[in-house]
């Protein structure tokens, strides 16, 4: 691969080279790809140099919540499993507010997701800690010359979509955009209401940097602990577990053994007492008319199976 067609690759993610990525020996991180990830964060650090307002971490929180709720309900419970339906205008909305988490466009993650759920915890389940240990099911996975590429035969029903192929391939655009933006509104405040001691920099680092690094390394933790720890309800042929903790941080998505006994699912937290934030808000997108046909898991479904995990399995 030669260093500027790597670079390219920043920027369009469809500039591959000529060799197959699927080859072996490109399970390995590719750390010409991986460098924007290694400085963002560095870029925490950052952090002794702005400052901290209530404004930063109210602003840091907020991000969170959004992207989270947009990685959580969108990208994975409506891209990857159409698990309820919605406007093609909603369908966008959504799409970019989930690449401002800088997790790839949808049809990336999407076709990713959908491959993990055909084969999870088998020996080509990308990210499966059983195979490939706890780092590379974290974070190499995705940094990995043979994962990032999109799986566009998984997505065929996505990639009709020419605004979808966009993000995806120029998956950066969107991030970058919405960095400026923080920088922008922070300079604007500094100078409208300096009385709440910030700056385009400090709202840049909390609400850019820490806030993404915060999604990033919660959502990342189902696929590498909800495979590890947890206690499973369910027979199902892998790892998940189902995680209270997990569940907070994720939004519902720590309900990880209920979720591959019945991924198509709009509810991850099938009992009452199993917190769901993200159903929550999907309840109330759907109360306002901009998504609707929620599914949920039928009754006799989520009353069979309840098991003692297969000893073959992770320890809880």
Excluded at 91 to 110: E, H, M, N, S
Excluded at 111 to 132: E, G, L, M, N
Aim: aromatic share 16%.
């Amino acid at each position: 691969m030669s260093f500027a067609r790597g670079l390219r690759r920043w920027f369009d993610s469809h500039a591959v080279d000529d060799l197959p990525f699927n080859e072996p020996g490109n399970h390995q991180v590719d750390w010409l790809r991986a460098v924007p990830f290694v400085l963002l964060h560095a870029a925490a650090g950052l952090v002794l140099w702005v400052g901290v307002s209530p404004i930063a971490v109210f602003t840091a929180i907020a991000l969170y919540v959004l992207r989270m709720f947009a990685i959580t309900g969108f990208y994975h419970r409506y891209f990857s499993h159409r698990a309820f339906k919605t406007s093609r205008a909603m369908q966008f909305v959504f799409a970019v507010l989930g690449a401002t988490a800088i997790q790839r466009g949808p049809l990336w993650w999407a076709s990713h997701h959908r491959h993990h759920h055909r084969y999870s915890d088998k020996a080509d389940d990308a990210h499966s800690p059983r195979h490939h240990g706890f780092l590379w099911s974290h974070t190499g996975w995705f940094l990995s010359r043979e994962n990032f590429p999109t799986k566009f035969g998984l997505v065929e029903d996505l990639a009709r979509y020419p605004e979808l192929r966009f993000l995806d391939r120029f998956d950066v655009l969107v991030p970058v955009l919405f960095a400026a933006l923080l920088y922008t509104a922070g300079e604007w405040l500094a100078s409208a209401s300096p009385a709440l001691d910030t700056s385009g920099a400090q709202l840049l680092v909390w609400g850019f940097v820490i806030s993404t690094l915060a999604v990033y390394h919660a959502t990342f933790c189902v696929n590498s602990l909800a495979h590890l720890v947890g206690v499973p309800r369910y027979a199902t042929k892998d790892d998940s577990g189902n995680s209270w903790w997990l569940a907070l941080l994720t939004f519902g998505e720590g309900w990880h053994n209920n979720h591959h006994h019945f991924p198509g699912s709009a509810r991850q937290g099938f009992r009452w007492w199993e917190f769901d934030l993200t159903y929550y808000g999907l309840r109330l997108l759907a109360a306002l008319g901009l998504i609707w046909d929620l599914k949920t898991v039928p009754q006799w479904i989520a009353r069979h199976g309840v098991i003692v995990k297969k000893a073959s399995a992770a320890p809880s």
